[in-house]
């Protein structure tokens, strides 16, 4: 738990949501969150944990999914949200090699028109990666 983070205890937590911390202790045996624990083995909830929490609660009440589907769904989501960072990652490595291009034409004088032109071609590349990326991405066809 970063220190930015607010923790909570399993009596607080259950409380704010309106659960029992016998359902909270359920949802970590299923193995749907893992709070941390302090040295004496108490859970401490973060706002991340609550969040959820409050997922569990709307897939159960709210959409009547069974706590294995829960499970495969928050699953689902973390690996989305891993591969979203993994992309944001290699954009911005993509974004920083066409830039390092971009320095190296400038600097440096290309003589060979075909290495200057395909050196000029990536450097657009990159630049419209760039470009897509702030821009909510490429344009996408609404049959997908």
């Known amino acids: 738990?970063?220190?930015?983070?607010?923790?909570?205890?399993i009596g607080?937590?259950?409380?704010?949501?309106?659960?029992?911390?016998?359902?909270?202790?359920?949802y970590e045996r299923r193995g749907l969150l893992d709070p941390s624990r302090t040295r004496g083995n108490t859970r401490i909830y973060t706002d991340d944990d609550l969040e959820i929490l409050k997922m569990i609660q709307r897939l159960t009440k709210d959409m009547s999914v069974n706590l294995s589907g829960v499970e495969v769904i928050?699953?689902?989501?973390r690996t989305?949200?891993?591969?979203?960072?993994?992309?944001?990652?290699?954009?911005k490595m993509l974004y920083e090699a066409g830039e390092?291009?971009?320095?190296?034409?400038?600097d440096v004088q290309v003589t060979d028109m075909p290495v200057k032109s395909?050196?000029?071609h990536l450097v657009k590349f990159f630049e419209m990666q760039q470009s897509a990326r702030f821009?909510?991405?490429?344009d996408r066809d609404e049959s997908e």
């Not at 989305?80 to 290699?90: A, I, M």
């Open 118 to 120: 395909s050196l000029g």
């Open 1 to 9: 738990m970063s220190n930015s983070q607010q923790g909570y205890t």
């Open 12 to 26: 607080v937590v259950a409380r704010m949501l309106g659960i029992t911390p016998q359902t909270i202790r359920l």
């Open 100 to 106: 390092m291009v971009s320095s190296l034409l400038r």
């Open 80 to 91: 989305v949200t891993g591969l979203q960072k993994e992309r944001d990652h290699l954009v």
């Open 74 to 77: 928050l699953r689902m989501n």
């Open 135 to 138: 821009s909510g991405g490429p």
